[in-house]
């Protein structure tokens, strides 16, 4: 009994502080932040209601109550900051009233920078009787903005009335000026990423503001959600549209045409517009697949000129390359033969038709026909080794040496038969 007693005291003598139905830690001090709370209906006028809240620390309920409104933009003083709850710690906020549908969630965080002390954040509930069907009407504009002799489009969906549209590209931004009647507003901008490639941020107020992002592939949308009443967005990107340099031309050409093996072979070319201190690689591929690799510099003007000897017979083909801004630009192709070198052409002296052996000249046959009629067969034969002189000297394919031989044999030829000859006409008859 005594024992139970005693657990009583000790729990009497905590120190409990009781504000709008919630319980703080031991030992604390009472909180003196606050927020202000206010809750309305379609048509912007007050309604009492109760905002349930919920606070969670990863991801563990640590608080589960209500705070009753009573008075429009009603001050609650709260324990949310660092000296009461986990940094970390989320709180959520939903208002409700009889007859209405709940609101939207709202979501504050503890985080380091927290205030200790003083005004933490502002938020109005709006609450859809049941039943009730509201309409909203959507408004649709395009604005075209130019920049660097571009136009582009930015297309924008919002509840609200904009009032003026401004393309600051000295800031990277647009500012959107708006009027929202209704109680909760939205905008959604689209842009076009060659225009605006981000990342983004959106500034409501002068304040730094939230949005969703959405890509669409070549452009993003950004929704921006706010109250009711005028205000000054801007959207400000990382990144704006700049005008890229245009990828250089290379050109690749060879001199002269036909190519013996060992000749030189001219390349030149241009690589336009120029580039400083620019290489350039040109790569010679044979019918074997044989690769011949050869890099120069480019000359001051932009154009270039490389020789080379190549010595293996058959087809190529050569372009030339060039590395820009991680990109490889590529010359036309050039495909050209190389043939074999002439062989000199050598005429082998065809062997001279050698004389039939003479057959030592019989004597002649005495009878009684005189001897001079053998006289007609040595003209004949005298005509026969002219003929056969003339048709040697015709061959062009004879060497002036060979002919001479062949004039010398058959003239000896015919001055030993004609000697023969005479010599048995002069010798004396027989009986």
């Not at 949308?221 to 205000?231: A, E, F, M, R």
């Amino acid at each position: 009994m005594r024992f139970i007693l005693i657990i009583l005291l000790l729990l009497l003598t905590l120190p409990i502080s009781v504000e709008a139905g919630h319980r703080f830690p031991i030992n604390q001090d009472f909180p003196s932040t606050f927020v202000q709370i206010n809750v309305v209906n379609e048509n912007e006028e007050f309604i009492p209601s109760l905002v349930h809240v919920r606070s969670f620390y990863d991801n563990i309920l640590i608080d589960d109550y209500s705070l009753t409104i009573s008075e429009p933009n009603q001050n609650l003083t709260v324990p949310w900051s660092k000296l009461f709850r986990g940094i970390g710690t989320e709180v959520e906020l939903i208002a409700s009233s009889e007859g209405y549908k709940n609101s939207d969630s709202y979501l504050f965080t503890i985080t380091e920078d927290t205030p200790t002390t003083g005004f933490l954040f502002q938020n109005t509930f709006v609450l859809t009787r049941l039943g009730s069907i509201s309409t909203v009407e959507i408004n649709e504009v395009t604005e075209t903005v130019q920049y660097l002799d571009n136009n582009f489009n930015i297309l924008m969906f919002t509840t609200s009335e904009i009032q003026e549209f401004t393309f600051d590209p000295d800031i990277t931004s647009i500012i959107v000026d708006l009027d929202e009647s209704n109680p909760k507003g939205f905008l959604n901008v689209t842009m076009p990423k060659l225009l605006f490639g981000g990342p983004f941020r959106v500034v409501v107020d002068g304040f730094l503001g939230s949005s969703t992002r959405y890509d669409n592939g070549d452009s993003f949308t950004l929704q921006i959600d706010y109250l009711s009443g005028s205000h000054e967005i801007i959207i400000k990107s990382q990144t704006i549209f700049q005008i890229s340099e245009p990828d250089p031309i290379l050109t690749l050409d060879i001199l002269n045409g036909d190519f013996k093996s060992g000749d030189t072979l001219s390349f030149t070319g241009t690589l336009l517009p120029i580039q400083p201190q620019a290489e350039i690689t040109l790569t010679f591929t044979d019918s074997q697949d044989n690769v011949i690799i050869r890099n120069f510099d480019v000359l001051s003007d932009g154009s270039f000129e490389y020789n080379i000897n190549l010595e293996l017979v058959g087809r190529w083909n050569v372009f030339a390359t060039y590395e820009f801004e991680g990109k490889i630009i590529k010359s036309n192709i050039i495909i050209f033969s190389i043939a074999p070198i002439d062989e000199p052409v050598v005429i082998e002296p065809e062997d001279a038709d050698e004389p039939e052996d003479a057959d030592e000249p019989e004597e002649p046959i005495v009878n009684e026909e005189p001897i001079v009629n053998e006289e007609p067969d040595e003209v004949e034969d005298e005509s026969e080794a002219k003929e056969g002189i003339s048709e040697q000297t015709s061959d062009s394919n004879t060497t002036v040496l060979i002919l001479v031989i062949v004039v010398a044999v058959a003239a000896g030829l015919i001055f030993f038969k004609k000697d023969l000859i005479l010599s048995k006409l002069n010798s004396p008859k027989k009986d």
